[in-house]
């Protein structure tokens, strides 16, 4: 799902996603952005087991930021969205916003979170920094 230069991943709280409190754990929206970051590189048609196994590389976040707003609960519908923001030889920073969207088309969507990740790609033997190869950069 992309919308342009944004990519759209939906994703469904569950039970597990949740604390004591009933709303989504604040660490479980940074799960939701890795996933959705895994997704958008799926979509580009690269896969990390391949990307290790073909190019040496993996994807490592180098930095993240979070700022908190709503909460989520169990059972919403929440769409994370990824866009790059920077593109570097050896490192791409994504903003990613999990929304949670409503059906009533009354009601305005609402931003629960949003973060700015920064993601390093490493040789996947030292762990040092290493190049995009360049079919990825250059469809990033």
Known sequence: MQNENVFLWPVRVYYEDTDAGGVVY?????KFMERARTEWLRNLGFEQDELIAREGVI??????QADFFLPA???DELTVSSRVIKKGKASITIEQEVI????????KD???CKGIIKVATLDSK???PKAMPDILYNQI
Do not use: C, G, M, P
């Open 26 to 30: 604040h660490t479980n929206y940074i």
């Open 59 to 64: 994807f490592a976040v180098h930095s993240a």
């Open 73 to 75: 609960k169990f059972n």
């Open 100 to 107: 949670k969207r409503y059906q009533d088309t009354n009601i």
């Open 110 to 112: 609402e931003l629960l």
């Open 126 to 128: 030292s762990f040092k």
